[in-house]
């Protein structure tokens, strides 16, 4: 489990070349605060017509893409 002040220092350093290794550490560390940080920064990326690439996105499990699109709104 990693610290509520990490996971928020973490999480404002989120960018398009470390998303895929944040997700997969946070899946792995337990950490919800930076998940959900991990999953809006994604939405953003789709909603300002941005892309990842092909390897980005296989990278990314299910749940957390599901979480992507689920409840999805406008940014």
């Known amino acids: 489990m990693i610290a509520p002040q990490l996971e928020t220092f973490l999480a404002s350093k ?3 070349e470390n998303i895929s290794l944040y997700v997969s550490a946070v899946n792995q560390a337990n950490a919800l605060q930076l998940r959900q940080a991990c999953v809006e920064f994604v ?8 892309s990842l690439s092909d390897e980005e996105m296989e990278s990314f499990d299910m ?4 979480d992507v ?7």
């Open 14 to 16: 989120l960018s398009k």
């Open 43 to 50: 939405r953003k990326i789709f909603y300002d017509d941005q």
């Open 63 to 66: 749940k957390f893409m599901k």
């Open 69 to 75: 699109f689920a409840f999805s709104r406008k940014i």
